[in-house]
């Protein structure tokens, strides 16, 4: 079975007293939708960032299904995954469609059949009208859901989303959580990182509640749920194991 592999992943950036990750494993079969959880500052974003390619590990590895971290497999890696960042990673002065048009483009995807997805990814998430609206001028919702267009235009195996329901209007959060559900029934992996617990738990198959760089517990929500006797739902489960202290 292809599996989405996190090895004893260490981190320390440049400048910084304090290391970000401490040893992080975890690991899921492909098809999975996985939340990663844990407190601001645990670690969730520069593991992403790690199993992405984004950032350098300072020791440990990654493992995305069954191929190997060479150069000689960089691109089938990056064809592999797609990366919807926390930040609004679109041009804000082009047209959604000039943006969507820019990043297929990226995949080596062009003329029609680019289109032709574009147009149904837009329709899809609501957009089709705001086709040829600049970016910059789109609502918080409407720029959520054009980021996650931008990244899954070459139908990647695995979906990485940093917080991508964080902030936005009901409505778009319903689209987006029913996308990611529909994404993953079609047999692709997501991997989504989220502080709303309420929502990750029920979304997710399997959580991974990491804490100060480190992994602290993996489950599917409702094994763990019944695992602690005291817990009604994922929010006291996640107390449990991280502290009530508030983290700034
Ligand atoms: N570029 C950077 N340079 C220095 N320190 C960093 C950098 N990025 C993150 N950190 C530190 O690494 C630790 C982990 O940060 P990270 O953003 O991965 O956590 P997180 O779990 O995603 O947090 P949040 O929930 O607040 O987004 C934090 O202490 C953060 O301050």
Redesign the pocket.
Request: aromatic letters at 6%; a neutral charge.
């Given at each position: 079975m292809n599996s989405i592999v996190v090895k004893d992943l260490h981190k320390t950036?440049?400048?910084?007293l304090?290391p970000?990750l401490q040893g992080l494993s975890f690991a899921f079969e492909e098809g999975r939708m996985v939340g990663l959880l844990?407190?601001?500052?645990?670690?969730?974003?520069?593991?992403i960032?790690i199993l992405c390619g984004l950032v350098k590990a300072g020791s440990g590895h990654v493992q995305i299904f069954d191929l190997p971290q060479d150069a000689a497999h960089r691109e089938a890696i990056k064809r592999a995954i797609g990366v919807v960042p926390?930040q609004i990673a679109l041009f804000p002065q082009l047209t959604a469609l000039e943006n969507l048009r820019y990043f297929g483009n990226l995949y080596g995807f062009k003329g029609k059949p680019l289109l032709q997805k574009i147009h149904h990814y837009l329709e899809l998430f609501g957009l089709e009208k705001a086709a040829s609206k600049e970016v910059g001028r789109f609502s918080g919702g409407m720029k959520r859901r054009a980021n996650i267009i931008a990244a899954i235009l070459h139908s990647p195996r695995l979906l990485v989303l940093?917080?991508p329901t964080a902030g936005v209007d009901v409505q778009s959060r319903s689209m987006i959580l029913q996308f990611l559900r529909d994404y993953n029934r079609q047999g692709n992996s997501v991997l989504y990182?989220s502080?709303l617990l309420e929502e990750a738990q029920q979304l997710c198959e399997d959580v991974v509640i990491?804490d100060e760089?480190k992994m602290v517990v993996q489950g599917s929500p409702a094994a763990l749920i019944q695992q602690h006797p005291h817990s009604r739902n994922l929010e006291d489960v996640f107390l449990h194991y991280t502290g009530h202290a508030v983290r700034d």
């Amino acid at each position: 079975m292809n599996s989405i592999v996190v090895k004893d992943l260490h981190k320390t950036y440049a400048g910084a007293l304090v290391p970000s990750l401490q040893g992080l494993s975890f690991a899921f079969e492909e098809g999975r939708m996985v939340g990663l959880l844990g407190p601001n500052g645990a670690g969730k974003t520069t593991t992403i960032s790690i199993l992405c390619g984004l950032v350098k590990a300072g020791s440990g590895h990654v493992q995305i299904f069954d191929l190997p971290q060479d150069a000689a497999h960089r691109e089938a890696i990056k064809r592999a995954i797609g990366v919807v960042p926390q930040q609004i990673a679109l041009f804000p002065q082009l047209t959604a469609l000039e943006n969507l048009r820019y990043f297929g483009n990226l995949y080596g995807f062009k003329g029609k059949p680019l289109l032709q997805k574009i147009h149904h990814y837009l329709e899809l998430f609501g957009l089709e009208k705001a086709a040829s609206k600049e970016v910059g001028r789109f609502s918080g919702g409407m720029k959520r859901r054009a980021n996650i267009i931008a990244a899954i235009l070459h139908s990647p195996r695995l979906l990485v989303l940093d917080e991508p329901t964080a902030g936005v209007d009901v409505q778009s959060r319903s689209m987006i959580l029913q996308f990611l559900r529909d994404y993953n029934r079609q047999g692709n992996s997501v991997l989504y990182t989220s502080h709303l617990l309420e929502e990750a738990q029920q979304l997710c198959e399997d959580v991974v509640i990491i804490d100060e760089g480190k992994m602290v517990v993996q489950g599917s929500p409702a094994a763990l749920i019944q695992q602690h006797p005291h817990s009604r739902n994922l929010e006291d489960v996640f107390l449990h194991y991280t502290g009530h202290a508030v983290r700034d």
